[in-house]
């Protein structure tokens, strides 16, 4: 790579050590960020021979400027010291740094080996990132050994078969580490390496290693060996998953820590999946049923985050005997966190279930959480309702919901509000419009007034949406005429929201309603006394120049109604209204020129 930076002009390394030195905290840390630019000055040779020897005599710092080193040495460095031939020589700095004690500063600096091993030859490998894993496995402080767990699974693959028997028996001294803290990396780092395992390794070293994490004593051990269960029923058949992991997933799920079990319900589809339809019906069914009672309510919470997706693998008659009583039961769960849980997941049984299972066994459930006294699960069963639509209909769904709807319409939760807006138009689509005017239209205008701002801005848009759904005549003669009624209410939040609406709405009328209906009462509001409600009149003017300027009638109105009323708000007393005025004015100009 060429410098910009001549070398005799400058003593890199001179002034990288002056800022190294420095105090300041904030200093050392753009000195680290300078290295590549320092690297490009100093030319590859230089960089290899001056620069990454001093940064591995240098690695004393505080933890922030190890951190940033860690990062910039993972980021294709390389290519400023020559190229992939030397990348090894990054290994040294980034050892060092992977022994320290910081957790976060060890995570990145194994981060950035196996960056650096990626671009590695086979050789490379051999020689120099091998020993690297070894003195690091063998390390005496705990640090060391900790980090090199990390870097087992980026090269096993790449090396021979020799090479592949000793990392397998240096990770397995890992997982029988004296250090809780070794431990715990061998169990994090156990499942991306056992992809890498050839069959009959997995059967030996593989499960040798896992179950003695499993059998570990701290529960921050076990509660990690979830994912290498799951790693290891990957690559095995049903057969040999009965055979020689039934017993540990037993275990695991029934384990005395809280924690082993909220994390085998975290991952209890994924185990689900791994271990075969037969495995599953025979024995998983009764098990995530246990997770499901649980007497802790983080796990009964985990587990009923996955109820969609188990009940894809088992059959319809299954999940009513066994798994919607425990639905039931979780509707009224003492944890809201548990509602709130099964409410985000349980309209994913409605298509499992089909229609008339749904409503004979979902949809009182459907009813009793929209009434729950928790705002979240009120909030998660409205967002996933259209699910539940698409299966029974929306006959059923309207004349059950549709009380709850109009309740939770005046919620004391402005996301629950919220959230009923954004199901509106869908619901309007679907019942027809004289039903929608009937029941519903008091309802959307009436947001329009509502104290939140968000609740607002999203009656706006659900008005346009409206229009798109029921076509502009429909908008012309329900929605524009009470929206430009509030244009000369005497609360000017009232008067905002109706230059808020005209914004938003006017794309999806015509030319003939806006010259018609909306044009007079906006050129009122832009000489309103309140300055907001000014520029916000600006901003609604440019966007009817931007999407009426195509046409020559278009371009006509323009000129005789926009453009007289910007050039006269551009010489506003306030700042803001003559910016947006200025704009506006630049913009309808220029589509009429």
């Known amino acids: 790579m060429d410098s910009n930076f001549p070398p005799e002009d400058i003593a ?145 693959a790449k090396v021979p078969s020799p090479i592949q028997d000793e990392l397998r028996k240096a990770f397995a001294a890992l997982g029988s580490d004296d250090t809780p803290m070794v431990r715990r990396a061998a169990a994090k780092w156990l499942g991306p390496l056992l992809k890498h395992f050839a069959p009959q390794h997995i059967s030996t070293d593989g ?61 209890f589809n994924e185990l689900a999946e791994a271990v075969g339809t037969d495995l599953v019906r025979d024995e998983l069914v009764v098990q995530y049923v246990q997770l499901l009672k649980d007497n802790e309510a983080e796990v009964r919470t985990a587990a009923a985050s996955q109820i969609p997706g188990f009940s894809k693998l088992i059959d319809r008659e299954t999940i009513l005997s066994r ?19 099964l409410a985000n997941q349980i ?3 409605a298509p499992l279930l089909g229609k008339e299972a749904t409503i004979e066994h979902l949809l009182p459930l459907f009813l009793h959480l929209l009434k729950d006294d928790f705002a979240e699960v009120r909030l998660n069963i409205i967002s996933k309702i259209e699910t539940v639509n698409n299966v029974i209909g929306i006959e059923y769904l309207s004349e059950s919901l549709l009380p709850a709807i109009v309740e939770l319409a005046e919620d004391k939760s402005w996301r629950v509000r ?34 939140v701002f968000s609740i607002r801005e999203a009656a706006t848009v659900n008005l346009k949406k409206l229009t798109e759904v029921f076509g502009v005549e429909w908008a012309r003669y329900t929605i524009v005429p009470r929206v430009m009624g509030m244009g000369a209410h005497p609360n000017y939040l009232f008067r905002m929201t109706t230059v ?47 999407s009426f300027g195509s046409s020559s009638e278009g371009r006509q109105f323009i000129q005789e109604w926009i453009i ?9 007393q306030d700042a803001d209204v003559r910016y947006f005025a200025n704009r506006a004015l630049q913009k309808a100009i220029s589509v009429t020129s």
């Not at 050892?95 to 671009?119: F, M, P």
């Not at 007289?564 to 506003?572: I, N």
């Open 347 to 349: 309209n994913g049984l």
């Open 418 to 451: 919220q959230a009923i807006i954004e199901y509106i138009p869908l619901l309007a689509n679907q019942l027809g419009r004289p039903f929608f005017d009937e029941q519903l239209g008091n309802l959307c205008m009436s947001w329009l007034g509502d104290t």
């Open 207 to 267: 499960l040798q290693i896992y179950r003695k994490l499993h059998s570990d004593d701290q529960d921050s051990v076990r509660l990690l060996t979830i994912e290498d269960l799951i790693a290891i029923a990957q690559k095995m058949s049903p057969a040999e998953v009965h055979e020689h992991l039934l017993k540990q997933i037993r275990q695991s799920i029934g384990d005395k820590s809280w924690r082993v079990r909220y994390m085998a319900a975290s991952h």
């Open 564 to 572: 007289p009323t910007l050039q006269q708000q551009k010489d506003d």
């Open 12 to 156: 890199p390394i001179a002034i990288l050590m002056d800022e190294l030195k420095s105090d300041d905290v904030q200093l050392r840390l753009n000195a680290i960020h300078s290295i590549p630019t320092i690297a490009l000055a100093l030319g590859p040779d230089r960089a290899r021979n001056e620069l990454i020897p001093f940064l591995q005599d240098s690695v004393d710092d505080e933890d922030e400027v190890l951190l940033a080193l860690a990062e910039e040495l993972g980021r294709n460095f390389e290519e400023y010291i020559g190229g992939r031939e030397y990348a090894h020589l990054l290994l040294g700095p980034l050892e060092h740094l992977s022994a320290v004690e910081e957790t976060l500063v060890r995570d990145k600096a194994a981060e950035s080996i196996t960056k650096v091993s990626a671009v590695m030859s086979q050789a490379q490998i051999e020689e120099f990132y091998i020993p690297l894993l070894k003195r690091l496995s063998h390390g005496e402080w705990f640090t060391s050994r900790t980090s090199s767990a990390a870097l087992y699974s980026e090269v096993y």
């Open 323 to 341: 798994i919607t009583p425990c639905v039931r039961d979780l509707s009224q769960d003492a944890s809201q966190h548990v509602r709130a849980a």
């Open 500 to 546: 808020q609406a005209i914004t938003t709405i006017s794309p999806s009328l015509t030319l003939e309603i806006i010259r018609a209906d909306v044009i007079r009462p906006l050129l009122e509001l832009s000489k309103d006394p309140i300055p907001n409600i000014r520029f916000n009149a600006s901003k609604s003017l440019e966007v009817l120049a931007s």
